[in-house]
């Protein structure tokens, strides 16, 4: 049964394909090609001889100087940032970054000693979650704090805060 | 009691608050070499004397609750 060929070419008939293949191009699709670079003869138009020189390039397979240099010229390429500007578009990871802190307390931050209270932390770490786990804490250690609050030696200030812890989570 | 865990929080429950138990909490798990390091953590960072139950204020009694 005849198959059809690429491109609407010449149908193959299977029965007539040879078992030890072609003769090949024997070198004819160079010569073509030649035969093809000789009639792409650019128009005219420059000076005495020019076009008979670039057929000639074209022929010796030499690669044809563009005039996309000339007319394009690189302006249009995006330049790449320098590494100043790459910094100045890095923000700072927290307010608390731009301030030196080799003269903070250690309390900066906290509610409690010297130094800035909870206020001057970011936004972020405003949100107070510490009565939550204080409760949970208190509810899985009160037992063990109880013993230890009826140790024969326990001081006063150890039983007034079990006391109100108790109260918290009660 | 001294230089145990509940000694450490019984030193920083009442320094830092008992509203700041879950710091304190974490601060007395600190296997402190002895109280008077502790003790100057606590000053460092309160700026004040340390508060919390003392050797003199011990009561042998049971507490009730």
């Given amino acids: 049964m005849a198959r059809g060929g690429p491109n609407g070419g010449p149908q193959y008939d299977p029965m007539k394909v040879s078992a030890t293949g072609g003769n090949g191009q024997s070198g004819k699709f160079a010569a073509k090609k ?49 590494p100043m500007d790459l910094a100045g578009m890095l923000p700072a990871i927290s307010p608390l970054d731009s301030e030196p802190t080799e003269y903070l307390p250690i309390s900066d931050g906290v509610d409690f000693g010297r130094g800035r209270g909870s206020e001057a932390l970011p936004p972020r770490f405003n949100k107070d979650t510490r009565q939550i786990e204080n409760v949970e804490l208190i509810k899985r250690y009160l037992p063990d704090m109880m013993n230890a609050a009826r140790m024969q030696n ?3 200030s150890f039983k007034r805060m079990v006391n109100a812890l108790m109260k918290q989570v009660m | 009691m001294e230089n145990t865990f509940f000694d450490h929080l019984d030193k920083f429950g009442n320094s830092l608050g008992y509203e700041n138990f879950g710091i304190a909490f974490m601060l007395s798990m600190v296997p402190w070499e002895n109280p008077v390091d502790r003790d100057n953590f606590i000053m460092e960072i309160t700026g004040q004397d340390v508060k919390g139950g003392t050797p003199s204020n011990y009561i042998p009694e049971y507490l009730e609750f």
Avoid at chain 1, 58 to 79: D, L, M, Q, Y
């Fill in chain 1, 34 to 82: 030649t035969a093809k670079a000789a009639q792409l003869r650019p128009s005219g138009g420059g000076e005495y001889r020019a076009t008979q020189d670039l057929t000639n390039q074209i022929r010796e397979g030499g690669n044809v100087k563009t005039t996309a240099s000339a007319a394009n010229p690189a302006s249009n390429v995006p330049a790449s940032p320098s």
């Fill in chain 1, 154 to 156: 326990a001081p006063d």
